[in-house]
């Protein structure tokens, strides 16, 4: 399944303010990236992966993703439904952007 062409549209707009965003095919979808780092992408199986600091407990709304069989700590799967609004897509983009720009640069 191919990712979601309207759904990449709508973080595009929402995450054109950002400073340094870049956007990559990875996981089957559409991946954004702030300051090189993996925000949030339009998933290849519907809904959006959000990059969050695995500290902090798991948001109203998501469940976390599991990639290749394995539960991936620091990523979460937010279902279609959770993001039909803009205030809803937007909230998610904020916390993959948040968690992207507190990361260390690469070496």
Known sequence: MAYDEDLAD???????DEAQVTEKKMFGGLAFLVNGKLAVAASGQGGILV???PKNAMPA???QAIMRGRPMDGWLRVSEDKIKTKAQLGRWARIGATYARSLPPKP
């Open 51 to 53: 990059r969050s600091d």
């Open 10 to 16: 709508r973080l595009r707009q929402l995450l054109a």
């Open 61 to 63: 709304g998501a469940e």
